[in-house]
């Protein structure tokens, strides 16, 4: 065997001897000292902390966050929720056209003026004043707009003014000045009312048409003053009122022949699509046709006219016609009239009088449902013909005059749950009591 052929035989062991190297001679000293030491624990280690698999996994690039972006959206909108908290905050909250409010100011004429007052106080605000003569004014259904006659010096004709319930924005919503109907009878001293949505204007009128002069009629008038058109139903019509709770029927009391009357109800958006709801007898007559809050029936007084005393009764009727009923009269009564629906629809106030004149008349809330006979909540009413009323807009108060049309003196004001009536601090014509959210 050559040299170079064992070299490459021996050369494992060689190098192995060479690795191991020698043995230290103080391995023994130190076996010694560390026999006795015991093992440090494991989770004084960090790195055992972790398991192994996630020191091992291999690392994920993230994309950064817009964290910038992501706060500018942020700050933008929040200016948006602040500016509209700001906007809904500065936006008057108006109450809905029908059902119960809160109870706001009582607006009234007096002198030629119209004024504000409150009820409570009794402090008297006038907002709308100079020469001309503005009487009766109506707030619109949520409070925010008033409507009032402006009599024209030395004729028949007027102007219908509306304008904001401060008096601002002032504008005559009848271009062309207008006859109104006598307020003589019935619910006819409210000549005018305000649509439920307040855009328009239902105005009780004399036709001035060529041949029908002096004809009662209906006049619609648009509340931003853009127009008013006069209705012509082929009959004489008085005392309208827009049917609740949308304003999409317009109710009238119409006269057949020259002396039939009775109830009808036309379509708001076409004057010719008319329909009738009842007829009354003939030698009868009827006034103070009014709608339910809710749109569903229609109470009026009817009576016959024969003889010297009064025999009026108020009547309830759905508003398709049916179910026509007499609200029930305690013995002793002899008429009732001025029915006045309240503002939750459950309740009427009517003018009850145990003579056959004005001598014993007595205000009495009676349920709408005709259950029971009601409660007099006023032992005297100096009532007249042609009366006016209507309930607060929270129904505890019931606001009257007992004068006739066109009398001024002083209004009273019945506390329902009370049974108290008295004299308001200041006299005026037909008011009004304004509407607020609640």
């Not at 690795?19 to 030491?37: H, N, R, S």
Request: hydrophobic share 40%.
């Amino acid at each position: 065997m050559t040299t170079e052929r064992r070299l490459v035989n021996d050369l494992p062991n060689i190098l192995g001897e060479l690795a191991v190297g020698p043995y230290p001679e103080y391995i023994d000293d130190v076996l010694a000292t560390t026999a006795d030491v015991r093992q440090r624990p494991a989770w004084t280690f960090p790195e055992r902390w972790l398991p192994m698999v996630d020191t091992m996994r291999q690392p994920v690039l993230v994309p950064r966050m817009p964290w910038r972006a992501i706060s500018m959206a942020m700050l933008l909108l929040a200016l948006l929720l602040a500016a509209a908290a700001i906007y809904i905050g500065n936006q008057k909250r108006v109450p809905a056209p029908f059902g119960l409010a809160r109870n706001g100011l009582i607006a009234y004429s007096d002198g030629g003026d119209i004024f504000t007052a409150d009820p409570v106080t009794g402090t008297a605000t006038v907002i709308v004043t100079g020469p001309e003569k503005d009487v009766g004014p109506r707030y619109s259904l949520d409070g925010t707009l008033v409507a009032f006659e402006r009599k024209l010096d030395g004729k028949v004709e007027s102007q219908i003014y509306v304008s904001r319930s401060d008096g601002s924005e002032l504008r005559p919503v009848t271009q062309q000045p207008v006859v109104l109907a006598s307020g003589g009878v019935g619910r006819a001293w409210e000549k005018y009312e305000f649509s439920p949505d307040g855009k328009s204007l239902l105005i009780a009128t004399n036709s001035t048409a060529t041949g029908r002069y002096g004809h009662p009629t209906l006049t619609l008038a648009q509340t931003d003053g853009s127009g008013a058109r006069e209705l012509d139903f082929g009959m004489a019509a008085t005392e309208p009122s827009f049917r609740p709770p949308y304003g999409t029927e317009i109710l009238f009391i119409g006269r057949i022949d020259g002396y039939r009357r009775g109830l009808f109800a036309v379509d708001a958006s076409n004057e010719k699509n008319v329909r009738q709801i009842l007829m009354v007898d003939a030698g009868f007559d009827l006034a103070g046709a009014s709608w339910s809050p809710d749109g569903s029936q229609v109470a009026y007084w009817s009576w016959a006219g024969r003889g010297a005393g009064l025999d009026a009764k108020t009547r309830v009727v759905a508003a398709d016609g049916t179910g026509d009923r007499e609200l029930p009269s305690p013995p002793g009564a002899i008429w009732n009239a001025h029915a006045t629906w309240s503002n939750d629809g459950t309740k009427l106030f009517i003018a009850r009088a145990y003579s056959d004149q004005f001598e014993d008349v007595r205000g009495v809330v009676i349920p709408a449902d005709g259950t029971d006979f009601g409660i007099e909540v006023a032992q005297a009413v100096e009532t007249q013909c042609c009366a006016a009323w209507m309930w607060s807009p929270d129904d505890s108060k019931i606001l009257g005059r007992s004068t006739p049309a066109g009398s001024l003196g002083h209004t009273i004001v019945i506390d329902v749950a009370r049974r108290q009536t008295t004299l308001s601090p200041w006299a005026a014509y037909d008011p009004t009591w304004q509407r607020l959210a609640r």
